[in-house]
């Protein structure tokens, strides 16, 4: 089992800047890949971004070019930085932990979420 921990979040302006933070323990060497999903109310939750512990990461579209996801592989904490936000960012932010099985990815494991809220 993994177990995940997120911080980072909170209250910013449009435009601004925020980093979440989710570190890992458990069973920490069967993590293949990390990301970040959000749930908005009243919506689905969604894709981030995530990255492999090859360090191969991949964006949602609205957050490309705007996100930057990193993780320090050895102790398995993985970053999200979040530049020029705006109100459609507002979500509970999920760490999300991975690991390869039948030529893809299994899920083991979600954080509890940590709120953004960006205001206009």
């Known amino acids: 089992q993994v177990q995940l921990v997120e911080s980072g979040g909170g209250l910013v302006q449009t435009g601004g800047s925020l980093r979440l933070s989710c570190a890992a323990s458990?069973?920490?060497?069967?993590?293949?890949?990390m990301g970040w999903y959000r749930q908005a109310p009243g919506k689905q939750r969604e894709l981030v971004a995530t990255i492999t512990r090859e360090g191969r990461s991949s964006y949602g579209d609205s957050v490309k070019g705007r996100f930057t996801i990193s993780m320090d592989n050895a102790k398995k904490i993985v970053f999200l930085q979040m530049d020029s936000l705006n109100p459609e960012d507002t979500a509970v932010y999920y760490c999300?932990?991975?690991?390869?099985?039948?030529?893809?990815?299994?899920?083991?494991?979600w954080g509890q979420g940590t709120q953004v809220t960006v205001s206009s």
């Open positions: 458990g069973s920490i060497f069967s993590i293949n890949r």
């Open positions: 999300n932990a991975e690991r390869y099985c039948f030529g893809g990815f299994c899920n083991i494991g």
